[in-house]
């Protein structure tokens, strides 16, 4: 069973920027691809980056966040720059086995989630 656990969300004014990390306890061949995705209220859960080789990106934040990888720390990053407020919600970590994967169903382990508040 792989366990993600999220750190790093807050709030911030709009052009602000934040860094997720989220820790995996293992990373197994059926959880290395690792994801981001975020959550507004009253609205689905929505895919923002994924990386296993190389980082892709959901249009609306490409180009202001960054998804980075630490092998040797089971560790993923999201690094959000010139945030804006419509960027704000709850940001999950996620991990499975496809590349590339966009959609939640696709991902098998998640994380608690950690809110991310963008003032304007």
């Known amino acids: 069973q792989v366990q993600l656990v999220e750190s790093g969300g807050g709030s911030v004014q709009a052009g602000g920027s934040l860094r997720l990390s989220c820790v995996a306890s293992?990373?197994?061949?059926?959880?290395?691809?690792m994801g981001w995705f975020r959550q507004a209220p009253g609205k689905d859960r929505e895919f923002v980056a994924t990386?296993?080789?190389?980082?892709y990106y959901a249009d609306s934040v490409k180009g202001r966040f960054t998804i980075s990888l630490d092998p040797a720390k089971n560790t993923v990053y999201l690094q959000m720059n010139n945030l804006k407020p419509e960027d704000t919600g709850v940001y999950y970590c996620?991990?499975?086995?496809?590349?590339?994967?966009?959609?939640?169903?696709?991902?098998?382990?998640w994380g608690q989630g950690t809110q991310v508040t963008v003032s304007s």
């Open positions: 293992v990373r197994t061949s059926t959880s290395d691809v």
């Open positions: 990386i296993k080789w190389s980082p």
């Open positions: 996620a991990a499975g086995r496809t590349y590339i994967a966009t959609r939640p169903d696709e991902y098998d382990y």
